[in-house]
């Protein structure tokens, strides 16, 4: 199968329309990504890296545009390389749900507009939203609706299938 | 802005000795672990740091990284690279350490469950070749690294540390004042015991990462 991170990576580059490819390996048990960058040593790992290729393609509000946004992109950064990598249900329920709670009055995980938290959550937690039912998908409803209007924004979701969160009922109950 | 720590807990002497190095102002209130400070979590968190703008952070690399660059020191390529590192491959094994050591009475066998870690950090100030992990000057890297491996490395009955390049770099952080008074301040001079009430109150750890064996439903 191909590396998850790696395949995050080649969609990331996709998305900040970076036009030359950049040359990825792996190393260790986990298959940690590496980029083999042309101008000094390689840099190793899927937040470092994806950080990395948001400076390149020249677009550091993606990195959040002040002291305080940046160091809150930078935690859910790790959260998502740390929390959604263990493969316990409790672990995935405890995710879902502090999530949903952070997101109650937020479109976005950073301020006000979207960055490479949203980004790197939304390819980390697509797997734990596609194991939901439908039942699940509305008690995370503010998980699912972050998530939703994160995969149909313009060129992220790429190597994802698209997931159908929200069922009519919410949209019916807009129009009482 | 306002601090919030608990005595005891590892994460806490990150952020304690990023705050003395970098001098930012901000008040510290001790609390103790079962107290959930971060609203939105469901599981106590601390050490966490309430900003100027009302949102918590609740990692400690994110505060640390934030109170250094509050003080005009922006983490470089390397250091992120540091910083995830710690996040993702020493923490696990540090976490399992600490249980076998402070819980479990297993203290000999932290140095197999440590070995790969620490190996690599040895070998990469080795071939660094400066006094600090990115460079000449002391950077939010040295000190998360440095806070994570202290109570471990300190403790001499555990007889880690026998790399030279990475006793040296230890060492030379041990030896900043700042670094010296947020271990006292956290673990009391009780070194592994200190810890005991924090660790008995963290879930077991799990030494299998499985990101990539999870179903993937694409292609």
């Given amino acids: ?176 | 802005m306002k601090l919030f720590i608990s005595e005891g807990n590892p994460h806490c002497l990150k952020v304690l000795s990023a705050l003395g190095v970098t001098g930012v102002q901000c008040d510290v209130q001790c609390v103790n672990h079962e107290e959930r400070v971060v609203p939105f979590l469901s599981r106590p968190a601390v050490p966490a740091l309430l900003l100027p703008n009302g949102l918590y952070l609740f990692s400690s690399n994110a505060i640390c990284r934030y109170l250094f660059e509050v003080n005009g020191q922006e983490s470089s390529e390397l250091c992120n690279q540091w910083l995830e590192w710690e996040a993702t491959d020493l923490q696990p094994a540090l976490l399992q350490a600490l249980h076998m050591a402070v819980l479990q009475g297993k203290g000999s066998e932290v140095s197999k469950v440590l070995q790969s870690p620490l190996n690599f950090l040895d070998q990469s100030l080795g071939k660094g070749n400066t006094p600090y992990l990115t460079g000449e000057a002391v950077s939010v890297a040295d000190i998360v690294l440095w806070a994570a491996l202290y109570p471990v490395l300190s403790e001499s009955s555990l007889a880690l540390g026998e790399g030279k390049s990475m006793k040296a770099w230890f060492d030379r952080i041990a030896a900043m004042h700042s670094c010296q008074s947020a271990a006292q301040k956290v673990l009391q001079g009780k070194g592994l015991q200190g810890m005991k009430s924090y660790m008995q109150r963290q879930p077991a750890p799990h030494s299998n990462q499985c990101r990539e064996t999870q179903p993937c439903n694409s292609n």
């Avoid at chain 1, 020249?58 to 930078?74: F, H, I, K, M, Y």
């Avoid at chain 1, 980004?119 to 503010?142: A, R, S």
Wanted: hydrophobic share 35%.
């Fill in chain 1, 1 to 176: 199968m191909t590396n998850m991170a790696l395949r995050e990576l080649a969609s990331l580059e996709k998305y900040l329309g970076l036009k030359k490819p950049n040359k990825y390996s792996t190393q260790g048990d986990k298959k940690v990504p590496v980029l083999q960058n042309n101008n000094g040593p390689p840099l190793v790992g899927l937040v470092t890296i994806a950080c990395h290729l948001v400076k390149e393609a020249q677009r550091p509000e993606l990195l959040g545009d002040s002291a305080e946004s940046r160091a809150v992109v930078q935690q859910w950064l790790e959260y998502s390389v740390t929390k959604l990598n263990s493969c316990t249900k409790e672990d995935s329920k405890t995710v879902l749900k502090d999530l949903n709670v952070y997101l109650q009055d937020k479109v976005y995980l950073a301020g006000n507009q979207i960055t490479l938290a949203d980004i790197l959550m939304y390819y980390g937690i697509h797997p734990l939203i596609l194991d939901l039912t439908i039942q699940e998908k509305e008690q995370y409803v503010n998980v699912t609706r972050w998530f939703d209007h994160i995969q149909h924004y313009p060129s992220i979701r790429h190597h994802l299938p698209v997931i159908v969160v929200l069922r009519n009922r919410i949209y019916t109950s807009r129009h009482h």
